[in-house]
């Protein structure tokens, strides 16, 4: 059974309450119980963090090295300025899949450029929760690819 780690980056434990506008009503709880049970249907184990600290992240990337077979990451704010967590992305040399609920292309200039997206295998953005379902789908296709 493939392992994966989902990590929701800072103020994403806001979900439900944080710009419905932007990133709708469902709380982050319901949404981590979709991508949960989306993972169980996959025949993935999937674990879930969040954290509003940069070194947290690196920290749960660096585990994840060991332990895990991909990671769906929504790294928020975090996506347009860390370093940090993009080698981290880089170091660890498992798939990464870049993940936003917003389409970060068409808000404030300062979302458009991301520089963990170099280190990812692919970039996701502008489906609302979907987004991290899509990101799941995008690991069982290396998965699969890797498999042939």
Known sequence: MKKILVIHG???NLLGE???????????????????KYCTELGFDCEIFQSNHEG???D?????RL???????????????????????AAVKIPVIEV??????????????SVIEPVCRKQICGFGKRSY????DALKEIFDNEQD
């Open 10 to 12: 800072p103020n994403l």
């Open 18 to 36: 944080r710009e419905p506008g932007v990133y709708g009503t469902d709380t982050f709880e319901s949404i981590n119980e979709e991508i949960g």
């Open 56 to 58: 947290a992240i690196i």
């Open 133 to 136: 379902m899509m990101g799941v």
């Open 100 to 113: 936003h609920m917003s389409d970060i292309h068409a808000r404030e200039e300062f979302r458009h450029l």
């Open 67 to 89: 332990c895990k077979d991909g990671v769906v990451i929504n790294a928020g704010a975090y996506t347009h300025y860390s370093y940090a967590i993009r080698d981290a992305i």
């Open 60 to 64: 749960k990337l660096h585990e994840a």
